[in-house]
C-alpha cells in the first residue's frame, strides 16, 4: 500500500532555531516528492520538488534532502521566523498510472515562538 | 502566487441545503482537482478533471459532483449537505499530470449545522 508518514506530528521551536522534518514514503513506483507550505486556513504551496537523481534542493532557508534507496525525506528549516509556522506536508507521486497520482502525507505542524 | 480562487472561503449552511463551492483558475490548466482535508489529516482526492466535459472520481468516495464546462471553471455541488460533509475543500490545478506542480486555491471550510 502506498503511504507518506510524517514526524513529528507536531514540532515548536524558538525563532532563529534550526529545524528538520521528516518524510518516510513507500510509494513506488517512485516519479518525484515535494515539500509543501500550509499556512492556517490557506491552501499548500510548493517549496521543493525532487526526482530519483536529486540528493538535494534548496529554497532560501529551506534545504530538503532525498534518499531514494531508504525512501526518506527530510526538510531542513534554517534560522526559524515567526512566518515559518505552518503545516509541512510531504507529497509523492507515482508514475504507475496515467494520473500520476499524489500521496500525501499529514503533514507536522511547526509552531515557532519568539 | 498561484491564479487559482475559491468562494465562498467560509460556509456554515443547515443540513439538506443545496451549495455550490466555486474554483476558478487563470492560468489556462487543463487539469483541476477537488481534495478534502480534515483537520491534522492528510489531503483526499474526490474529483479531478482532464479538461473540458471530463470529469472523473477520486480516491475518496464523495457525495458531491462536479462539471467542467471551461476550462477555467470547475465547481463542486452538494446536492443536500449533511453534517458529515463538514470539512475543508481544496481545488487545485495543474498543467499536466505527475510532476507538474499543483497549484492550490485558498481552500473553502464547509460548516454543515
Known amino acids: 500500500k502506498n503511504q507518506v508518514e510524517q514526524s513529528p506530528q507536531s514540532l515548536i521551536i524558538l525563532e532563529g532555531k534550526n529545524c528538520t522534518l521528516q518524510?518516510?514514503?513507500?510509494?513506488?513506483?517512485?516519479?518525484?516528492l515535494r515539500w509543501y507550505k500550509q499556512d492556517t486556513g490557506r491552501g499548500p504551496v510548493s517549496l521543493t520538488i525532487m526526482t530519483f537523481s536529486e540528493n538535494t534542493k534548496s529554497n532560501g532557508r529551506y534545504t530538503a534532502t532525498l534518499d531514494a534507496d531508504t525512501k526518506q525525506s527530510s526538510l531542513h528549516i534554517t534560522a526559524s521566523q515567526l512566518s515559518d509556522s505552518a503545516s509541512y506536508i510531504c507529497?509523492?507521486?507515482?508514475?504507475?498510472?496515467?494520473?500520476?497520482?499524489?500521496?500525501f502525507g499529514r503533514g507536522t505542524q511547526l509552531t515557532v515562538w519568539p | 502566487e498561484a491564479d487559482i480562487y475559491q468562494t465562498p472561503r467560509y460556509l456554515v449552511i443547515g443540513t439538506g441545503k443545496k451549495i455550490t463551492l466555486e474554483c476558478s483558475q487563470t492560468m489556462g490548466h487543463d487539469k483541476m482537482y477537488w481534495y478534502q482535508q480534515d483537520p491534522g489529516m492528510e489531503l483526499h482526492l474526490i474529483h479531478y478533471s482532464y479538461g473540458v466535459n471530463s470529469t472523473e472520481k477520486g480516491d475518496l468516495s464523495s457525495e458531491s459532483t462536479v462539471s467542467r464546462i471551461r476550462t477555467e471553471h470547475f465547481p463542486l455541488t452538494l446536492e443536500s449537505a449533511r453534517p458529515s460533509h463538514t470539512s475543508q475543500y481544496l481545488c487545485a490545478s495543474s498543467h499536466g499530470h505527475g510532476s507538474y506542480e499543483q497549484y492550490f486555491g485558498p481552500g473553502t471550510r464547509l460548516t454543515v449545522t
Open positions: 507529497v509523492v507521486s507515482d508514475r504507475g498510472s496515467t494520473l500520476g497520482r499524489l500521496y
Open positions: 518524510c518516510n514514503y513507500t510509494v513506488s513506483p517512485f516519479s518525484n
